[in-house]
């Protein structure tokens, strides 16, 4: 069974959390964030964690086409309503990309983009340097562990309302890192979307 984030959740990053008066999780009450707002569609969890390994260890990269029609589906009108321009997914190094094959966040943002007929830039934003998995991580280290670890490609793209989409949402360091470059190269606003998400309290 996979459980679906639902209200009560974080108005930051999209955590569920327990307690309906809340309107952000220990996280983001804790922490600021470089993105304007996030949302998840389901919990990290059972089911949802093992089908997220194996679209990354196993190749099922049909799962991450669903889970783009799926984000589709429950967050659609959401994106819509930020005005969102283009979509970029969370790269991987070229180091990790060589090893995998593929990018699961941009199979996922693919699918969303053809949906919505906007439009997906898959090497605009790039990872330079090759970090640890975050999930090795403590929450300090993740923060360091991504500090300057993104850049963006020479490009012509209006950056403005931009949506960032990846398979897991933990601590918001990978996001606050392409957040920070994103608005420095002049966007107005970073939102995104995840496949999971951990609880907040």
């Not at 090497?123 to 670890?149: S, V």
């Amino acid at each position: 069974m996979v459980e679906y984030v639902r209200e009560p959740a974080c108005k930051r990053c999209g955590k569920p959390v327990s307690d309906v008066r809340a309107e952000f999780c220990g996280d983001c009450l804790r922490q600021s964030h470089v993105f304007d707002q996030g949302k998840a569609l389901w919990v990290y969890k059972g089911d949802v964690k093992r089908s997220i390994y194996r679209l990354k260890y196993s190749n099922r990269r049909e799962y991450g086409i669903s889970y783009g029609q799926e984000i589709v589906r429950v967050y659609g009108g959401w994106i819509r309503e930020k005005g969102i321009q283009i979509i970029l997914p969370i790269p991987l190094h070229k180091k990790r990309l060589r090893q995998r094959g593929f990018n699961q966040a941009e199979i996922i943002a693919e699918e969303i983009g053809r949906q919505m007929q906007i439009p997906v830039y898959g090497n605009l934003l790039l990872r330079c340097i090759h970090t640890r998995p975050q999930k090795e991580l403590d929450d300090k280290e993740r923060k360091n562990n991504l500090k300057k670890a993104f850049k963006i490609a020479p490009n012509n793209v209006q950056l403005n309302h931009i949506l960032l989409v990846d398979d897991i949402y933990t601590t918001g360091s990978t996001m606050d890192g392409a957040a920070g470059v994103l608005k420095e190269a002049g966007a107005s606003r970073v939102c995104f979307v995840s496949v999971s998400i951990g609880r907040g309290y």
